[in-house]
């Protein structure tokens, strides 16, 4: 097997940076107004919505955690079920998606608060201005940490640099920038892993010569219980049914019939993708089965994969992370210039003076995740909480607004997102502290029964 060149690989992550960060100014020119910048002004057609649905939500955390951590670890079996999660969600949401697009909203705060009322718009901001901002910051350390394995830079030059591309394929030109270049990003994402996985699975001597070097059982399941592979497949699930990244590419869709067939593609090229990831953690287990979980793909791209397409599969990670992180700071930067600066402080701000208040968000955001990862690290522990709790508290009150906007009340809105962030945060103290209830169940499990049990008891009844 070939060994990936350091220098190919740095020099991959390199141009795929100035590109995108150039096309990411360059696209500056289409943005107009507050619309262009938050959703695109409406127009992104298909084959660039399905590239930025991919991008985004096939984040860091796929190819260094979910699927790829999961195959390595636990078995086959266990990254097909986490797999699942993500095409089964998009299915739900594609089937809804031309409701999503008539909304005619830029953030997810806003439809709720067209049910909802004001109150539960505030409340909706902060849970996801919290989760999202963490979310930003680790994700400047993972491209510091990846410069650091392709050039040998410091972890900290490292994060400058992410911060610095990061910053221009999100500030200048939008959701026009962030969604054409994550169109860029999937096409790497989709060489790297449906030409390179093949290829490693070849060079090991083919997919039987693999099944017969992993660990007994580790086709299936492993020794997991069915309640702790649930616990992998629902927080994925639920959280998706609500993740504002999402709405914001159906809200930014062309017109409702592209929004439907985009979220088709979405679903079922994601449904590829997982089954890939999947096949290259069991590889990686098989061929090198001392290394860290989290490393499965990156290992199997540079020493299980030939030169130039493990680098490029390298560049690829690097794309994954950089496209969660603009896509994330685009939209908390658009919760706080339109749910929170022009709902309170200027509601009469007009299109070109919120474009740049978006714009000084991000900026301002962003920085602000730049330090939290670079001072303060351990407090992001706090944005993980906050972005678990996001499927719980948010998605079930969301999804009912879109769908059943004349069954659902203020009160039950309020109530179901009080009650799953409740339910969330009394599941993991009590899991700390060895409740078994605690400890056997995923805390999303009760948190969204409850939060559904809510909107129900309090929906509006027909008078008889």
């Known amino acids: 097997m070939e060994s990936t060149s350091p220098s190919f690989a740095f020099y991959c992550v390199a141009v795929y940076f100035v590109f995108i960060s150039l096309l990411g100014v360059y696209l500056t020119k289409k943005v107009k107004n507050q619309e262009d910048y938050a959703v695109a002004g409406r127009s992104l057609p298909v084959y660039v919505l399905v590239g930025t649905l991919i991008a985004t939500w096939m984040g860091a955390g796929t190819i260094m955690g ?160 069915f309640v702790q592979v649930l616990g992998f497949f629902l927080p994925t699930f639920v959280y998706l049914m609500g993740d504002q990244n999402m709405y914001q590419r159906f809200f930014a869709a062309k017109d409702e019939d592209t929004a439907m067939k985009s979220g088709i593609w979405w679903s079922l090229l994601t449904l590829l993708i997982g089954v890939v990831i999947s096949v290259a953690a069991i590889t990686s287990r098989a061929l090198y089965p001392d290394i860290k979980p989290a490393e499965a793909f990156i290992h199997l791209a540079q020493h299980g994969m030939p030169a130039i397409i493990g680098s490029v599969s390298v560049a690829a990670v690097a794309a994954f992370i950089v496209t969660t992180a603009n896509s994330f700071l685009l939209s908390v930067g658009v919760n706080a210039s339109w749910d929170i600066y022009a709902r309170y402080f200027d509601k009469e701000a007009g299109p070109k003076k919120m474009l740049w208040v ?16 670079k001072y303060f690290p351990n407090i992001l522990a706090l944005q993980m909480y906050a972005y678990t709790m996001y499927g719980a508290a948010i998605s079930p009150a969301l999804v009912a607004a879109v769908v059943w906007p ?59």
């Not at 969600?89 to 049910?115: D, H, M, Y």
């Not at 962003?366 to 330090?371: H, K, M, P, R, V």
């Open 66 to 225: 979910g699927a790829n951590s999961l195959g390595y670890q636990f078995g086959f079996g266990v990254a097909i079920v986490f797999s699942l999660a993500s095409p089964i969600g998009q299915v739900v949401l594609t089937f809804i998606s031309r409701r999503i697009r008539r909304q005619n909203a830029q953030t997810v705060p806003e439809v709720i608060e067209k049910v909802y009322g004001a109150e539960a718009r505030f409340i909706s901001t902060l849970i996801i201005l919290l989760a999202y901002l963490g979310v930003v910051a680790y994700q400047f350390l993972g491209v510091g940490t990846l410069l650091q394995s392709t050039l040998g830079i410091s972890v900290e030059s490292g994060t400058v640099i992410a911060f610095v591309v990061i910053i221009a394929t999100s500030l200048f030109g939008g959701l026009y920038s962030v969604a054409y270049t994550d169109f860029i990003s999937c096409v790497m994402i989709s060489a790297g892993l449906f030409i390179g996985v093949p290829l490693a699975v070849h060079n090991a001597g083919g997919f039987s010569s693999i099944v017969t070097r992993l660990p007994q059982g580790h086709m299936g399941i492993g020794n997991l219980s």
């Open 406 to 464: 004349d069954k659902v009340t203020k009160a039950g809105g309020l109530a179901s997102m009080l009650a799953g962030s409740v339910v969330t945060i009394a599941m993991e103290i009590l899991k700390k502290h060895g409740w078994s209830f605690a400890v056997t169940y995923p805390s999303v499990l009760p948190a969204v029964i409850c939060s559904v049990a809510v909107l129900l008891i309090f929906q509006k009844r027909e008078a008889k």
């Open 358 to 373: 978006s714009r000084i968000c991000v900026l301002a955001l962003g920085a602000l995740g730049y330090i939290l990862i």
